[in-house]
């Protein structure tokens, strides 16, 4: 991936890297060689890389399993004991 920018300075490309937690020799790599998260965290630094407007949203379900399953548990919390 180094090689598709040339002619940008290394610092954006630290950058870059330090942001995904790619190390040089994964950027150095053929994306064949890399495991499939490697090859996500290269294709993630590649779109920084490029002028885009991208919303990368990780696993958005998480936040709304937790709103039911409170919902769910409020009104079981209300209901008296039965004797």
């Keep these: 991936m180094?090689?598709?920018y040339?002619?940008?300075?290394q610092r954006p490309?630290?950058?870059?890297m330090a942001r995904t937690a790619l190390?040089?020799?994964e950027m150095d790599?053929?994306?064949q060689m890399l495991s499939g998260g490697e090859?996500?965290?290269?294709?993630l630094a590649d779109l920084m890389l490029q002028p885009?407007?991208?919303l990368v949203m990780d696993e958005p379900t998480i936040t709304w399993m937790r709103?039911?399953?409170?919902?769910?548990?409020?009104?079981c919390r209300r209901t008296p004991a039965r004797s």
Excluded at 39 to 43: A, E, G
Excluded at 67 to 75: M, N, Q, S, V
């Design 2 to 4: 180094l090689n598709k």
């Design 6 to 9: 040339p002619a940008l300075s």
């Design 13 to 16: 490309l630290r950058q870059v």
């Design 23 to 25: 190390t040089r020799e």
């Design 29 to 31: 790599k053929p994306l």
């Design 39 to 43: 090859q996500s965290k290269v294709k």
């Design 52 to 54: 885009s407007n991208v």
């Design 67 to 75: 709103i039911r399953k409170t919902r769910w548990r409020l009104p």
